[in-house]
């Protein structure tokens, strides 16, 4: 991806400022870990590429804004526990911005009641190999953390669990964590051969 990373592209109301706390978060932590050995959250200018979330009872618990997936704390997460897309707004439990993503994770929840973990990576290897691997690939590449690259999304989405995003990355989705980040690991190595 060419464009270089300025932040989020929506505005962020606080609700409680404190570092939020979920039984989930240790998973949470070990895929980020993988992902950022893998290579799968470069650093780009301005912050890392990359960003992990899963289902809560309020919403869901997103990875910060450009930050880098190793050795990640609670800190660097935030739970999103409101979103309006087209108001560009989210409001959030925790001390830092959410991923510029965050939206597009939040259509992802909304639209797929039996998705509970989106993992968004960039996989070099993959986007090389995506045509010949077969992959779903978004029609147009759009810009990161945009409505259009929601809309571009949500033309292919239907059932799917893999989705390449167009010369960006992937989205790799799963009833759990677990599912989701296997998935990733699995489309990674067989693009490697
Ligand atoms: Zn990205």
Redesign the pocket.
């Known amino acids: 991806?060419s464009s270089k990373y300025i932040g989020t592209k929506f505005q962020t109301v606080f609700k409680d400022k404190n570092a939020i706390k979920d039984d989930n978060i240790s998973i949470l932590i070990k895929w980020c870990d993988h992902f950022a050995e893998l290579g799968l959250s470069p650093k780009?200018i301005g912050g890392f590429?990359?960003?992990l979330s899963f289902r809560t009872k309020q919403g869901f618990i997103i990875t910060a804004s450009g930050v880098n997936l190793k050795n990640l704390s609670e800190n660097d997460l935030v739970e999103i526990i409101e979103a309006d897309i087209l108001l560009k707004k989210v409001v959030v439990n925790g001390t830092k911005q959410p991923s510029?993503?965050s939206l597009l994770h939040y259509y992802i929840y909304s639209q797929r009641p039996e998705v509970n973990a989106v993992f968004?990576?960039?996989d070099e290897q993959v986007l090389k190999k995506c045509e010949q691997l077969n992959l779903l690939i978004t029609k147009q590449e759009q810009p990161?953390?945009s409505v259009k690259l929601i809309e571009e999304v949500g033309k292919i989405l239907q059932n799917y669990f893999y989705i390449v995003?167009k010369n960006?990355?992937f989205l790799s989705l799963g009833e759990t964590m677990d599912k989701a980040g296997n998935l990733a690991l699995q489309i990674h190595r067989s693009s490697a051969k």
């Open positions: 991806m780009l590429g990359g960003n510029s993503e968004h990576g960039h990161y953390g995003l960006h990355g």
